[in-house]
């Protein structure tokens, strides 16, 4: 990829993390209806117009077919081993498609905007780059990794997932709104109202 000094989209590899195992939420989350469609394909068609080199969908038993959506999906057969394992499955691939870097979304945070993601491309730095979002006082995906953090994000194990690396890097900054992310019925429940949608998901 031609870097210059910044890490170009149009290099980077998409990696959607969707096999969380909800334990805190029963049922299938991400194939939940929020709005006009499931929880997952919020983000998904926020980025749908974002050049990727390509898009990874890491998932475990769920019902939704992100492969029509143009994605790869990778399966991970064992979710209970962390946030860690799905990341590996999505980096191997980003990898093995050639990827300068890889922007790693999270399937549970239906907010987030393809603005804020050209500011985490404006805010890289070639392929030593971390850059993660913030709602101002923590850092949280989504976040951008160059390809020379690959092999330190294959290391990873558990949920921690790649917080340390996160912390150390540089912080986009936007509404905590944006960066909600859904993992209990209350916090749907909670986005919901604030849509003026009825509770009850009906």
């Keep these: 990829g031609i870097l210059g000094v910044s890490v170009a989209h149009f290099w980077t590899a998409l990696v959607l993390l969707a096999a969380g195992r909800s334990r805190r939420f029963d049922g299938d989350k991400l194939a939940e209806p929020f709005l006009d469609k499931p929880l997952a394909y919020h983000v998904v068609t926020a980025l749908e ?4 080199l390509t898009r990874i969908a890491v998932v475990s038993d769920t019902s939704l077919d992100f492969a029509a959506l143009g994605y790869r999906v990778e399966e991970n057969p064992d979710p209970s081993l962390g946030q860690a394992r799905s990341l590996c499955h999505g980096v191997m691939a980003a990898k093995e498609a050639g990827a300068d870097a890889v922007l790693v979304a999270l399937a549970d945070m239906p907010r987030v905007t393809a603005a804020h993601i050209y500011r985490l491309f404006d805010a890289a730095d070639g392929l030593d780059t971390v850059v ?4 101002g006082a923590q850092p949280c995906p989504p976040a951008l990794f160059g390809s020379h953090l690959f092999d330190r994000l294959l ?8 917080r340390q690396l996160i ?5 986009v900054v936007t509404s905590p709104a944006e960066l909600a992310d859904v993992d209990t019925r209350a916090d749907l429940e909670e986005l919901r109202q604030l849509y003026g949608l009825k509770t009850d998901g009906k």
């Excluded at 117009?49 to 990727?52: A, M, S």
């Excluded at 290391?155 to 790649?162: H, K, Q, Y």
């Excluded at 912390?167 to 912080?171: A, E, L, T, Y």
């Design 49 to 52: 117009n974002v050049p990727f």
């Design 132 to 135: 993660a979002s913030s709602n």
């Design 155 to 162: 290391d990873l194990e558990g949920d921690e997932g790649a």
């Design 167 to 171: 912390r150390r890097g540089h912080h």
